[in-house]
């Protein structure tokens, strides 16, 4: 199985880069993954980046804790009181069928350009699937084990830490990993649209002066983080699934 | 018999649930009345939806009654779950995040009790249990059996004066509730507690318990007691005892008309009554 | 105590408020007040250039959920069907969606150019994925005792197919459909954000570069509403076909 997903995964590229040296896509349109590789080696080493890195990383991360932390501390909340959960429901229901970042213009008129916009795009892009993971965690411990805690007098904010948050791993998890891929796609859209800096902005930078090399190498290093950092929390959502007998 | 034995008193108890959307008040309960003394192993009979899970949420503390009076140990039952009470329900309430020996010292580790004294009682509930070889594992890698099991051990663990049992092992199969119900006279013997058990087999009411309620159909009350005089020492052997086949066929007695009238088709006690 | 089906009502008031609370915290320059946006949009209705704008969007958005949806339903049902096929892409189709798609716009707009083409590429790569993805759970959902209660039945494939398969993961189906759809609109919306000289994406942009915050919003609210309708239009279908009432 996992060779038959390699030599898919593996084919594809090799397909590409055949395309690629026929000339069949020509050169203006894509370069050939291996020298995508290698410009991606090039500019790390040279180090020409390292800021915009550091700055798209920063706020990234930044995005992500406020999307986290926000969402478990809102979703818990929206839990504990069904008829506030019921208002708002639509709202969560219909947020991502809304392209989020049309606020981002009216984000850098309030914040100015800077970190601040981009950090809030992301974190506002990615809460809502947190909330909604929350909920559905919490909403999944069974009866007979909140009975049980109420048997062993576990009430309020220590049933909540012992029992609700532990059973509702799972779902949190799967909500960690979507908030980091809506994290991501907030701050680098942010960057693309308007930005001094960052990776998003060197992007849009690269692309304008056709330099190909440049914004193909960026682009893979882009695509392999996050799709690294999400098999890694895919991977250790399957294992608590696994462990806790969830399907 | 000292004040703290674990006696259960219930006094004209009744539950009404008030109106909800779309339907009027339920009567589910009662009026009850009942003493259980201290030690005894009394299990609670009855068609489904009679309130035998409603009565045991009053007594366990969960649930307060519209009218009456519930004592427990002489002191009234109201607003929470008193000390030294324990439950196991038919649903799998093991924790799933928990490996077996977590979960078993859980309830210990809430009350403050110092670590090597955790480490004796959990060590020693488990192999009384048969899970000795399963501390590490979690619930989700056990039979359904094993996980009941799990919730057994760590009430047991508590030693509670009151054990209550809501078909605990209805999701089991036949043979597996035979060996359960003779680890759960073990237990019951070793930790001297009383045991209120509910549940749907009039068999294994018959072998495990010293007294046996039927309830009626919905609102439940006590329509008959049947005393089994078994020795204390009982294992489930005794179903081959000849009074066995007379304790359930008393019990089925009682209950059959009950049973009929809370499959709920008016008239279908009557069609079924008609010989054909 | 206000009944419960008020509550959307009670949304909508407790958002006007909070937008009004807004508009005086941060003052007028970079929030419109609901008034001010309502009064403009309702100017912008009357305006033909916005109907321009809206049917290039609403084209290139109908264009593009055609292909999100016969593209992915073709690939979801193969993938479903044959177990082995299934269990290769399942994980190489949870990465793909995993990747912020809308690092790619370089890339679409070399290969497309500027245009309507760009635009539904954009839409057909954001909208395609969950497809695929629904429906080839909901054909491998379906329960094994089904399929043996129909092979006990001698019913031929194609009628197992017809009558049993298709009606047990319509469904969930449906539910794909209703996630891609969303996320095809917000594709051809970032097309239009980031490559296009048309469209009510296009006309975002314009107003941002102008700062005219009254625009910017009622632009969104429209959208806004139109994404809302289609989502609860399509979530009412599936609780339906679930038989939720």
């Given at each position: 199985m996992t060779r038959a997903r390699i030599f898919v995964v593996a084919g594809a590229f090799i397909l590409l880069e055949i395309l690629c040296r026929l000339g069949i896509i020509d050169r203006v349109t894509m370069i050939p993954p291996s020298e995508m590789l290698v410009a991606l080696w090039q500019l790390i080493a040279g180090g020409r980046f390292d800021g915009d890195i550091a700055f798209t990383a920063y706020n990234i991360v930044a995005a992500f804790v406020l999307a986290v932390v926000g969402g478990f501390v809102i979703g818990g909340l929206l839990h504990a009181s069904p008829r506030l959960r019921h208002v708002v429901e639509p709202l969560l229901s219909a947020y991502y069928a809304v392209p989020t970042f049309v606020f981002y213009p009216l984000l850098i008129v309030a914040f100015g350009v800077g970190r601040a916009p981009l950090i809030v795009i992301g974190a506002i892009f990615g809460i809502v699937v947190m909330i909604v993971h929350t909920m559905q965690g919490l909403d999944h411990v069974p009866p007979a084990v909140n009975k049980s805690a109420a048997m062993m007098k576990l009430g309020g904010i220590r049933r909540y830490v012992l029992v609700m948050v532990p059973a509702a791993t799972p779902h949190l998890v799967s909500g960690i990993k979507l908030a980091v891929a809506y994290s991501v796609i907030g701050v680098v859209a942010g960057e693309f649209i308007l930005a001094t800096q960052g990776i998003g902005k060197r992007i849009s930078f690269a692309y304008d002066n056709f330099d190909n090399r440049t914004m193909y190498g960026l682009l893979l290093l882009l695509l392999i983080v996050v799709t690294c950092v999400n098999a890694g929390l895919s991977t250790w959502e399957k294992r608590l699934h696994r462990r806790f007998g969830l399907r | 018999m000292s004040a703290n034995s674990g006696k259960i008193a219930l006094r004209g108890v009744t539950k009404v649930f008030a109106a909800g959307n779309g339907h009027g008040a339920v009567e589910?309960?009662?009026p009850v009345d009942i003493d259980i003394a201290g030690g005894e192993f009394f299990s609670v009979v009855g068609p489904s939806g009679c309130g035998k899970s409603t009565l045991l949420d009053i007594i366990a503390g969960l649930s307060s009654p519209t009218t009456g009076e519930a004592d427990f140990d002489g002191k009234p039952l109201a607003g929470g779950v008193p000390e030294g009470v324990g439950a196991v329900f038919q649903q799998d309430a093991s924790f799933f995040w928990l490996n077996v020996w977590d979960n078993v010292a859980f309830g210990l580790r809430r009350k403050g009790v110092d670590a090597a004294e955790i480490r004796r009682r959990v060590s020693y509930a488990l192999s009384f249990m048969g899970l000795t070889e399963f501390?590490?594992?979690?619930?989700?890698?056990?039979s359904g059996g094993m996980r009941q099991r799990v919730c057994i051990a760590r009430t047991f663990v508590l030693k509670p004066r009151l054990l209550l049992l809501d078909e605990p092992f209805g999701a089991l199969d036949q043979q597996t509730r035979l060996v359960m119900g003779d680890e759960l006279l073990r237990v019951w013997r070793e930790i001297g507690a009383t045991v209120i058990l509910i549940t749907h087999s009039l068999e294994e009411a018959a072998m495990l318990s010293d007294r046996v309620a039927v309830m009626s159909a919905r609102p439940g009350r006590f329509i008959d007691f049947v005393v089994?005089?078994?020795?204390?020492?009982?294992?489930?052997?005794?179903?081959?005892?000849?009074?066995f086949g007379g304790i359930t066929a008393r019990l089925w007695g009682s209950l059959r008309e009950e049973s009929l009238k809370s499959l709920g088709n008016i008239g279908g006690a009557a069609m079924l009554d008609e010989p054909r | 105590m206000i009944p419960r089906r008020l509550d959307p009502i009670l949304l909508m008031v407790a958002v006007l408020a909070l937008w009004q609370g807004l508009e005086l915290i941060a003052g007028p320059e970079v929030v419109a007040s609901p008034a001010v946006t309502i009064v403009h949009a309702i100017a912008l209705v009357q305006k033909s250039g916005f109907w321009q704008d809206a049917a290039e969007t609403g084209l290139a958005f109908a264009l593009a959920s055609v292909i999100s949806i016969a593209g992915g339903l073709l690939l979801g049902l193969w993938l479903g069907l044959h177990r082995f096929a299934g269990d290769v892409a399942d994980p190489i189709l949870g990465s793909l969606y995993s990747?912020?798609?809308?690092?790619?716009y370089p890339l679409i707009l070399l290969i497309f150019g500027l245009g309507m083409s760009a635009k539904v590429a954009f839409g057909v790569i954001h909208g395609v994925l969950p497809i695929a993805i629904f429906s080839m759970n909901a054909v491998r959902g379906v329960p094994p005792i089904h399929l043996k209660t129909a092979r006990m039945l001698r019913m031929s494939k194609l009628s197992i197919a017809i009558t049993i398969l298709a009606p047990a993961a319509l469904p969930e189906i449906v539910a794909g459909i209703r996630v891609g759809v969303a996320l095809t609109l917000l594709g051809t919306l970032i097309g239009e954000l980031f490559a296009a000289t048309t469209g009510i994406g296009f006309a975002l942009i314009r107003a941002t570069d102008v700062h005219d915050v009254a625009d910017i919003l009622a632009l969104t609210l429209m959208l806004f509403l139109f994404a809302a309708s289609i989502n609860s239009l399509l979530h009412f279908g599936e609780r339906r076909m679930r038989h939720e009432r």
């Open positions: - | 589910a309960l009662g501390a590490s594992a979690y619930p989700a890698q056990l089994t005089r078994w020795p204390r020492s009982r294992d489930s052997r005794i179903i081959a005892d000849e009074r | 990747i912020p798609k809308i690092t790619l």
